[in-house]
């Protein structure tokens, strides 16, 4: 036992002493690799077991734990035997837990702290989709840089963001959390959000470790249904849901997090292809796999594992390394080895992963870092709310504007503000909100209160939407019968030149377990909506959301409509920006809205089919009473101002391998005030190995032009774009023809040709 002490003792103080004295520096890949043999060498089975074991911090850390269960939890982390917790949240609690660990364990391997930041920690910005419609990748950095600071300042030093499952299906109550629809946005969302969070040096004790989450297939779960199966092929797989993955993979994002579903059968927390075979194989990452919350276990109603130490086994073989309070690791892993059963060396790869991360983050060097009470006190929060507007106006889209309704003109003398959104401070927080104080963000009221606008405003709720208790754990009650303030809304939509309606979705509408079979405006607020546009149609819609919605009724009958998602902290404030013309909208959508809930999943980037289109009778792919396509389409978003798109120029019609051509387009603002225009690019390949979707997001580019200003948007076209899972089943570009299209959305598109040779 002394000799471990003493061995103890040099490693940690002789390499920490070596390391302080390069300050600043990053470690080298050896430097850490050496450390962490180092340590996982003096480790005792049970020891190892511990790292892989995450608990949930489930009661007051900063007193004595009172329950059975807490208490014994507390024994586990003294004996240092747990890796990680989450939900512990403050300066006090963190630091209580990790002198728990330091203090008595033998080890001494540091804690980390995790918590879902998922759009903000105490200044919360817009949630991620509606973030996701900016289309701007410095402020989706900007953001979670702002949410890594506010974590650290609470102890925090890992967040379970962000999210990027491709989602296609409104339904599904997490497509709130993700980037949409398309894997390219997506992928470049992802890599921001990962340098946003990481900065350039894990080290640095301004910022967190990030997890690329979930791991795979999610967001395509059967019906829209959260937590259901995913029946997908392994070239969507390849081609659709793993490009953002093998992005954040490339960014060095810190760890992964598995997913609930099952995918062709196999529970993704016990897929080998998945997590050994992609992750850790093909893609040689070297983070570690976190389990989501009880996921391993759950492989037993899965109807794949007999109990937790099944469970266990079939996990670790699979690649998951740390189990989020799932019980079965610190249940079965021990008992695996002892028998023989699995191999240890399983463990150790494992362990060795989880201590790489923690090196990584300095917490051996000082396992306080974290815990420093003076760096809330130095958290700018004033400037964090100004970039929290400056994100949020950034992430409105324009989606109707007839007449030039928008921006509200300064010789309209009386506005009604009408809905049952337009003074709730909770909603625009959206769900996943960390510590975001409820009740907390501007409401649209307020926001237009805070301007300089002239008009006389009045104000009625119409209806409620939600009712009784609301909560991340609460199912919502919907009010459905209530219909008493709609004669008052009425009354002062009548009486107004202007009605401003906020309807939409509360805040836990959407999110996880959220997932909804009708995405339409819930309640009475359809009937609210056509109540007031009987006695005045000058209406402008305010979208207030974190899923796409079935609006077809007001798309058909409103003249402007708003899309302001749920845009956190400064959303009235935001909102108001963009009504009043002080900023002109930019967003475009990054999923596509439906014309009926009946089209999901509906997304842009689809196959063709054998028989697309016939005029001529109804033997071809459609549905007999509505119009194919979606409402707005990926991509789309107006502006107060009108752009013009030149012919796309290529520099060569031909590209062969290793070499590129240049596709130019010019944009021409043909209106009257400044504007930004987010210039897309697509690309369909006419003829492959395996048929290919009618168009794919390449690249895009945001400009900004004056009144009469036109500039060329230039994009690198070369065989790399041209690449995808191909039959042979590896990523290649294949000889063809191919169409390059351009243009501001996803459907309105110049094209030209390209041909490939190899």
């Known amino acids: 036992m002394k000799k471990y002490l003493i061995i103890i003792s040099?490693?940690?103080?002789?390499?920490?002493?070596?390391?302080?004295?390069?300050?600043?520096l990053k470690s080298s890949v050896q430097e850490v690799e050496t450390k962490v043999d180092s340590v996982l060498n003096l480790m005792t089975l049970e020891e190892k077991v511990g790292q892989m074991v995450q608990y949930n911090g489930s009661w007051d850390l900063t007193g004595p734990a009172s329950e059975v269960g807490n208490k014994e939890k507390e024994e586990r982390l003294k004996k240092g035997l747990v890796g990680s917790m989450l939900n512990v949240l403050s300066?006090?609690?963190?630091?209580?837990?990790?002198?728990?660990?330091?203090?008595?364990?033998?080890?001494?391997?540091?804690?980390?702290?995790?918590?879902?930041?998922?759009?903000?920690?105490?200044?919360?910005f817009p949630v991620p989709l509606g973030e996701t419609a900016s289309w701007d990748l410095?402020?989706?950095?900007?953001?979670?840089?702002?949410?890594?600071?506010?974590?650290?300042?609470?102890?925090?030093?890992?967040?379970?963001?962000?999210?990027?499952?491709?989602?296609?299906?409104?339904?599904?109550?997490?497509?709130?959390?993700?980037?949409?629809?398309?894997?390219?946005?997506?992928?470049?969302?992802?890599?921001?959000?990962?340098?946003?969070?990481?900065?350039?040096?894990?080290?640095?004790?301004n910022t967190i470790a990030a997890t690329a989450k979930h791991f795979a297939g999610y967001g395509l779960a059967e019906g829209g249904k959260d937590y259901n199966a995913v029946n997908i092929g392994k070239h969507?797989?390849?081609?659709?849901?793993?490009?953002?993955?093998?992005?954040?993979?490339?960014?060095?994002?810190?760890?992964?997090?598995?997913?609930?579903?099952?995918?062709?059968?196999?529970?993704?927390?016990?897929?080998?292809?998945?997590?050994?075979d992609i992750l850790k194989g093909a893609w040689d990452w070297q983070g570690f796999v976190v389990s989501d919350w009880g996921s391993i276990s759950e492989m037993i109603p899965h109807g794949f594992a007999r109990d937790k130490v099944h469970a266990a086994e079939i996990a670790v073989t699979a690649g998951s390394d740390m189990d989020m309070e799932g019980g079965a690791y610190e249940a079965g892993l021990a008992q695996l080895v002892n028998e023989g059963k699995i191999d240890e060396a399983l463990i150790d790869e494992a362990v060795k992963r989880i201590l790489r991360v923690k090196f990584k983050m300095g917490l051996f060097e000082d396992p306080y870092k974290y815990m420093n009470a003076d760096l809330k006190k130095n958290v700018p929060y004033e400037e964090h709310r100004k970039t929290a507007r400056d994100i949020a106006k950034k992430s409105i889209v324009l989606l109707k504007n007839e007449n030039d309704l928008l921006p509200i003109k300064s010789s309209v003398k009386k506005i009604a503000v009408?809905?049952?959104?337009?003074?709730?401070k909770d909603t625009p927080i959206g769900n996943w909100r960390a510590q975001g104080e409820a009740n907390s963000a501007v409401s649209v009221l307020e926001g237009l209160k805070n301007t300089d606008l002239k008009a006389k405003m009045t104000y009625a709720?119409?209806?409620?939407?939600?009712?009784?208790?609301?909560?991340?754990?609460?199912?919502?009650?919907?009010?459905?019968?209530?219909?008493?303030?709609?004669?008052?809304?009425?009354?002062?939509?009548?009486?107004?030149?202007?009605?401003?309606?906020?309807?939409?979705?509360?805040?836990?509408?959407?999110?996880?377990?959220?997932?909804?079979?009708?995405i339409g405006l819930a309640g009475l607020q359809l009937e609210l909506l056509k109540e007031v546009h009987k006695v005045n149609k000058n209406i402008v819609l305010v979208l207030m959301n974190g899923r796409p919605i079935e609006i077809t009724w007001a798309s058909e009958n409103i003249p402007a409509i708003v899309e302001a998602w749920q845009l956190g902290t400064e959303s009235g404030n935001a909102i108001a920006d963009v009504l009043l013309g002080k900023y002109n909208p930019s967003g475009k959508l990054p999923v596509s809205f439906p014309r009926a809930v009946g089209q999901e999943p509906l997304y842009y980037n689809r196959m063709n089919t054998g028989r697309p289109s016939n005029d001529q009778h109804v033997t071809y792919?459609?549905?007999?009473?509505?119009?194919?396509?979606?409402?707005?389409p990926f991509g789309y978003g107006l502006s107060y101002t009108s752009f013009e798109y030149g012919e796309p120029n290529l520099s060569s019609s031909?590209?062969?391998?290793?070499?590129?051509?240049?596709?130019?387009?010019?944009?021409?603002?043909?209106?009257?005030?400044?504007?930004?225009?987010?210039?897309?690019?697509?690309?369909?390949?006419?003829?492959?190995?395996?048929?290919?979707?009618?168009?794919?997001?390449?690249?895009?580019?945001?400009?900004?032009?004056?009144?009469?200003?036109?500039?060329?948007?230039?994009?690198?076209?070369d065989d790399k774009m041209l690449e995808f899972y191909t039959a042979s089943e590896k990523w290649e570009a294949e000889e063809g023809e191919f169409e390059l299209m351009v243009g501001g959305n996803s459907e309105d598109l110049k094209t030209v040709k390209l041909n490939f040779n190899k």
Not at 183 to 204: C, H, M, S
């Open 138 to 205: 410095d402020a989706a950095k900007e953001s979670a840089r702002i949410a890594a600071l506010e974590s650290v300042a609470e102890g925090v030093n890992w967040t379970f963001s962000p999210m990027i499952d491709i989602s296609r299906d409104a339904r599904w109550g997490r497509i709130m959390e993700g980037s949409g629809e398309d894997p390219y946005l997506t992928a470049k969302i992802a890599v921001a959000k990962v340098n946003g969070y990481q900065g350039e040096d894990l080290a640095d004790p």
């Open 10 to 24: 040099y490693f940690f103080f002789g390499t920490m002493g070596a390391y302080s004295q390069n300050s600043g």
């Open 654 to 717: 031909e590209l062969n391998t290793g070499g590129s051509a240049t596709l130019t387009v010019s944009v021409t603002n043909t209106g009257d005030v400044k504007g930004k225009e987010v210039v897309q690019l697509y690309l369909h390949d006419l003829v492959a190995s395996v048929a290919r979707p009618i168009k794919e997001l390449k690249g895009f580019e945001m400009v900004e032009l004056a009144p009469g200003e036109t500039k060329n948007v230039e994009f690198t076209i």
């Open 621 to 632: 792919s459609h549905y007999t009473d509505i119009t194919n396509g979606p409402l707005y």
């Open 236 to 276: 969507e797989l390849h081609n659709m849901v793993l490009p953002p993955f093998k992005a954040a993979a490339d960014a060095g994002v810190a760890t992964f997090m598995n997913s609930f579903n099952t995918i062709d059968g196999i529970p993704a927390t016990g897929s080998e292809r998945l997590q050994r």
């Open 91 to 124: 300066v006090e609690a963190t630091e209580k837990a990790q002198r728990m660990n330091m203090e008595n364990s033998r080890m001494k391997i540091p804690l980390i702290f995790g918590y879902d930041v998922i759009h903000g920690y105490k200044t919360i």
């Open 461 to 518: 709720k119409g209806v409620t939407l939600g009712e009784g208790e609301r909560s991340f754990l609460m199912p919502l009650k919907i009010n459905k019968t209530d219909r008493s303030g709609i004669p008052d809304a009425v009354a002062k939509a009548k009486d107004a030149e202007l009605v401003v309606m906020v309807l939409g979705e509360d805040a836990f509408q959407s999110g996880e377990g959220r997932s909804q079979a009708n």
């Open 418 to 424: 009408i809905g049952p959104l337009a003074d709730d």
